[in-house]
């Protein structure tokens, strides 16, 4: 008998996907429990998307093993997993920007009144549940009839944030949730996974940008090229070194051997005077004087 206080609400071991000959994932482990930040980073092509459509029931994982409170699991189907308690928002939202805030909110699963054929949509209540829980996380929203796309980017986030939590998600997986933000909008979003984690969800917060994950992560999982470089307590690593993995060390040590040349060339530049510039000053110096000539010659 598992003890569902320290179970870990999902967990994947040594999880791999191939495409064909491409290995889009390979051996991937992580775990996320209640009331947890799991931070799952990478840069561009990493793996972080499969991985989660895995996660979520879009893929179906090669090797490997899958656990849902303790229970081995293959999901066939996003909704599969979402009644599970696995709730994804993806990148773009999957929000009808035309629609209306509560009819978004509410979107597959809408409220209705009457019977047979005068069943409808019960507008009173989906505007009373979304402007309630909008509330909750900190967003006064006047009029829930409003298009959905009338709000700024962070607040259709905190849309789907809110109905997901609504919906008795147990595990929120959030795709790059700050990637086209601007630094306010980003900082509402966290403050929005934050609330989560107190309402003891475990999060798991796919990312490429470590200056959003560190301050509000617990855990990190760090892949690269399809393969992990592990999985990090936030008292284990620093945001430096968070960095360095991400990029890859060696490109890392070859982008700062390049920066410290860079640095040294200006600085031997600068140590020649004006007149032991670089070629490129000198140029730059030959093409303003043949403009003054140029401009002498047609004022005469």
């Known amino acids: 008998m ?38 799952l980073l990478g840069d561009n092509g990493a793996g972080k998307s499969t991985l989660i459509k895995i996660l979520s029931g ?16 293959k999901f066939t189907s996003p909704r599969e997993a979402l009644d599970r308690g696995i709730a994804t928002v993806f990148q773009d939202l999957a929000t009808i920007p035309l629609m209306s805030i ?12 009457g019977g047979g054929p005068f069943k409808r949509f019960d507008a009173a209540t ?21 298009p959905v796309g009338t709000l700024s980017g962070g607040e259709r986030q905190s849309v789907a944030i809110a109905r997901a939590v609504y919906f008795g998600a147990k595990v929120l997986i959030l795709d790059e949730p700050t990637s086209a933000l601007g630094v306010k909008e980003a900082a509402v979003v966290l403050r929005y996974i934050a609330q989560a984690k107190e309402r003891n969800l475990g999060v798991i917060f796919i990312t490429h940008n470590v200056h959003h994950a560190y301050p509000i992560g617990d855990r990190f999982t760090i892949l690269n090229r399809g393969q992990s470089y592990g999985t990090f307590e936030k008292s ?8 360095t993995m991400m990029a890859g060390g060696e490109e890392m040590d070859k982008l700062t051997a390049e920066l410290e040349e860079f640095e040294r060339s200006d600085r031997e530049t600068e140590r020649r ?16 004087e043949e403009i003054q000539h140029g401009e002498g010659r047609e004022k005469a």
């Open 273 to 288: 005077g004006p007149n032991g510039g670089s070629h490129l000053a000198d140029a730059f110096r030959e093409d303003a």
């Open 236 to 243: 284990e690593v620093t945001r430096e070194e968070v960095v």
């Open 126 to 146: 989906a505007d009373r549940v979304t402007r309630e829980e909008m509330h909750r996380i900190g967003i006064d929203v006047r009029d829930p009839s409003q």
């Open 58 to 73: 879009v893929h179906q994982h090669d090797d490997g093993r899958l656990l849902m409170e303790g229970e081995e699991v």
């Open 2 to 39: 598992t003890d569902s206080a320290t179970t870990p609400l999902i967990e994947a071991q040594g999880i791999s996907k191939y495409f064909g000959q491409v290995i889009a994932l390979q051996d991937i482990s992580m775990r996320v429990s209640a009331g947890e930040v799991m931070c």
């Open 102 to 113: 509560s009819r978004n909110f509410f979107l597959g699963r809408e409220p209705t009144k």
